[in-house]
Nanobody, 124 residues
Framework: QVQLVESGGGLVQAGGSLRLSCAAS????????MGWFRQAPGEEREFVAG???????SYADSAKGRFTISRDNAKIMVFLQMSSLKPEDTAAYYC??????????????????WGQGTQVTVSS
């Protein structure tokens, strides 16, 4: 059974930083692209960042220059370092893993496994 378990969310002031972690289990994800999406109340779930097994990355425009995605293939984990956080970054953040191997870093939401989400709240 595939499991993606996120951690690291919380409440932070604007300008602060948070590091999200996601641990994957249930199958071998070392050659699968992984990444992060987020969903604010009343909004659609949106792509934030993705990373391939070879460490190629993609970022949403809103994340470029502030967020950094990385992965540890040995531990099958993916991380999202978020800096210079803004109130508009407030959302539930979801870890995602491509269902197939060797995909691109721009994950398609219809083709991923999902974590349960972790809340990030940025106060002004």
């Amino acid at each position: 059974q595939v499991q993606l378990v996120e951690s690291g969310g919380g409440l932070v002031q604007a300008g602060g930083s948070l590091r999200l972690s996601c641990a994957a289990s249930g199958r071998t994800f070392s050659t699968h692209a992984m990444g992060w999406f987020r969903q604010a109340p009343g909004e659609e779930r949106e792509f934030v960042a993705g990373i391939t097994w070879g460490d190629s990355t993609s970022y949403a425009d809103s994340a470029k220059g502030r967020f950094t995605i990385s992965r540890d293939n040995a531990k099958i984990m993916v991380f999202l370092q978020m800096s210079s956080l803004k109130p508009e970054d407030t959302a539930a953040y979801y870890c995602a893993a491509d269902r197939g191997p060797l995909g691109t870093s721009k994950l398609e939401p219809s083709r991923v496994y999902w974590g349960q989400g972790t809340q990030v709240t940025v106060s002004s």
